[in-house]
């Protein structure tokens, strides 16, 4: 048990004989139980000098140990959900000290990736995917004729979603061998572990037992209304003591609840469940954070982590520290005060996010409007469609969500919000690179999927005045509208109280320069700022990317001798290609350079590196405009 984060690389002589999970096969019970413990203190270590989410992962390092020890990886596939969970997952599989680069550019990726090693089946980053594919690939071994295994590990959270649900129904009438394993991780369902729970998991998982069932089946089968009568009267001990009767009648053979930091119950579970034939569901209760108090005691705020700075020597003269600066406010701030401010002047303002109220900061707003606040956990689709349904009787839902996320509401964002006319604000967080987590969190699409939808006004602040200006303006608009804002902070801009729509579809020329136009939407306006000043260049802020400031792109175009348009998401389809559509309708030919986001997924980095890697840091822009220039 840690009480703090080690300071000093920790000695794990045994977990340093691990190449990869084969090696783990020679060792005895108890040599696994040492070796878990070494794991949790790497973990614990390495993170804390890179950092990155380790809460999750700190819950599954006994199970981690207990698979890679059971099932024959990499043939037998282990399938990540979501894959927070999965750093002790790839200490085993030989790249423990890679884990030292993790999440940061030319390292590993935050999250399973299939092209990083053969032991990750399945690439994930987005929650509730895991049954799915491992259903996929158990359906695909029966097909091959194949013995291999599939197994899918998701968490309690990631059990929320629809999509989980669907695929347990598709199993449970397909029959393949696939064993679902539920990270019941105390952040909700049952805490019902106990010495019933965990006597009735080991009959229930031994060989006798299981022949008996098969052997009765059979017989019974014959006999329907016996067999019935049998059926029914095992789901009914069983529900007495386990919370399992929902996926027994999805057909799974449920298992549990038993203790998932029990190492030797886990073996013994799994040495059972590895031969049994059928959809297995096994439930263990864990604890989210494991091993490391302060994590244990606040699993929220512990899910991740930022690395630990080095401590000053003794001997060393601390470096002398600047005058303390206000902090700024991120976007996430902004909106979570202009949400509390708005709910205050409007009583049909409600408020909705899938699981995401911290890292939205609907954490204010939740307190002080509890009854008009909505988590719906993570199920972005119902998140869509429920705000919907509130807009057909008259109120004002505000749906806070990222932009990599709300991907997995589209269909319902088109079919039942955009096609109805129905008033619903999208505040769309995480808006263009975002970091270490890699190419499924960027939000780097939103421009190319929301401008496509009719009548659907799409915005960007420059600022975070701008964006709680904005974030007003789509909130007064009769319709379906989004404002997308990035990840952090902005330029300092000083905050108006006021809540001041600005004119639908207008644009702000920032600065009046000669010959060249910079057009830049959202995050990039501040970095136009430097380039426009070195160029004598004209400074759009375009704000609205539809709908477009029309008269002033045609006096653009008819003043300047090359128009540069900039945004940080996808080139195709975003801002530049709306302007290009824009002159080509008209027949007018203006010199056009669009800078954004190239047609390749980005890889995990700081935002700044991922930037420049794009070209469309300061001296990127620079040098793509006078290359244009020739």
């Given amino acids: 048990m840690f009480d703090a984060l080690p300071d000093v690389r920790p000695e794990t002589p045994l977990l340093d004989t691990i190449s990869a999970p084969a090696d783990m096969k020679k060792l005895s019970e108890r040599q696994l139980i040492t070796l878990a413990r070494e794991v949790r203190a790497w973990l614990l270590w390495s993170v804390s000098q890179t950092g990155g989410h380790f809460g999750a992962g700190l819950g599954v390092v006994e199970l981690t140990v207990a698979l890679h020890a059971i099932f024959d990886t990499p043939e037998d596939r282990l399938i990540w959900d979501v894959g927070h969970q999965a750093y002790p997952h790839k200490i085993l599989t030989g790249r423990k000290e890679e884990l030292l680069t993790i999440r940061h550019k030319g390292g590993l990726a935050a999250f399973p990736k299939r092209a990083e090693s053969e032991f990750d089946a399945f690439g994930v980053g987005h929650s509730s995917t895991s049954i799915s594919a491992a259903l996929g690939m158990a359906i695909a071994a029966k097909t091959q004729g194949s013995k291999r295994r599939s197994v899918a590990i998701i968490g309690d959270g990631a059990l929320t979603a629809g999509m989980?649900?669907?695929?347990l129904t598709h199993a449970g009438h397909v029959q393949p061998n696939l064993l679902?394993?539920?990270n019941d991780n105390e952040m909700s369902i049952s805490e019902n572990v106990g010495g019933m729970a965990t006597y009735l998991s080991r009959l229930l998982v031994s060989e006798p037992y299981h022949q008996l069932r098969e052997n009765s089946r059979r017989v019974l089968s014959k006999l329907p209304l016996a067999w019935e009568l049998a059926r029914k009267t095992e789901e009914q001990v069983k529900s007495l003591v386990t919370p399992g009767t929902l996926f027994e009648e999805l057909g799974f053979n449920y298992l549990g609840p038993i203790d998932g930091h029990d190492l030797p119950e886990l073996l013994a579970t799994l040495r059972k469940l590895k031969h049994h034939s059928g959809p297995q569901f096994l439930h263990l209760v864990t604890k989210k954070g494991k091993g490391f108090i302060p994590a244990e005691a606040d699993p929220i705020g512990y899910h991740a982590l930022t690395?630990?700075?080095k401590p000053v020597k003794p001997l060393e003269t601390p470096a002398p520290q600047p005058v303390a600066k206000k902090k700024k406010p991120k976007y996430s701030n902004v909106f979570g005060q202009w949400l509390c401010d708005m709910a205050a002047?409007?009583?049909?303002?409600l408020g909705i996010t899938p699981a995401m109220r911290e890292g939205s900061?609907?954490?204010?707003f939740s307190r002080q409007y509890p009854e008009r606040y909505f988590d719906v956990a993570i199920a972005e689709q119902h998140a869509v469609t429920l705000a919907a349904g509130m807009a057909c009787e008259g109120m004002k839902p505000v749906v806070a969500i990222y932009s990599t996320f709300l991907q997995r509401g589209y269909d319902q964002l088109i079919h039942d919000v955009a096609v109805q006319k129905l008033d619903v604000l999208f505040a769309?967080?995480?808006a263009g690179v975002v970091g270490e987590d890699g190419p499924t969190h960027h939000g780097t699409l939103d421009i190319s999927y929301l401008r496509c939808i009719p009548e659907m006004v799409v915005m960007a602040p420059a600022d975070e005045n701008e964006c709680r200006q904005l974030l007003t303006t789509g909130y007064h608009y009769p319709g379906p509208a989004a404002v997308r804002y990035p990840r952090g902070t902005g330029p300092g801009v000083e905050i108006q109280k006021e809540l001041t729509p600005l004119p639908l579809g207008k644009a702000e020329v920032r600065r009046q320069g000669k010959k060249i136009a910079l057009?830049?939407?959202?995050s990039l306006v501040s970095t136009a700022e430097k380039v426009a000043e070195q160029l004598d260049a004209t400074l759009v802020n375009l704000r609205f990317v539809k709908p477009l400031d029309e008269q002033l792109l045609l006096e653009m175009a008819a003043s300047h001798e090359l128009l540069v348009t900039l945004e940080e998401s996808a080139v195709m389809g975003g801002v530049g290609s709306a302007i290009n559509e824009f002159y080509a309708a008209r027949d007018l030919q203006p010199r056009l350079l669009?800078?954004?986001?190239?047609?390749?997924w980005i890889d995990q980095g700081t935002p700044a590196e991922l930037l420049a890697d794009c070209e469309l840091d300061e001296a990127g822009i620079l040098q793509a405009i006078q290359e244009r220039l020739g």
């Fill in 164 to 167: 989980a649900f669907e695929a």
């Fill in 428 to 430: 769309i967080d995480r």
């Fill in 180 to 182: 679902v394993i539920l």
């Fill in 519 to 522: 057009l830049a939407l959202g």
């Fill in 361 to 364: 900061d609907l954490v204010q």
């Fill in 594 to 600: 669009n800078l954004g986001i190239p047609d390749r």
């Fill in 345 to 349: 002047e409007d009583k049909r303002l």
């Fill in 307 to 309: 690395k630990l700075e």
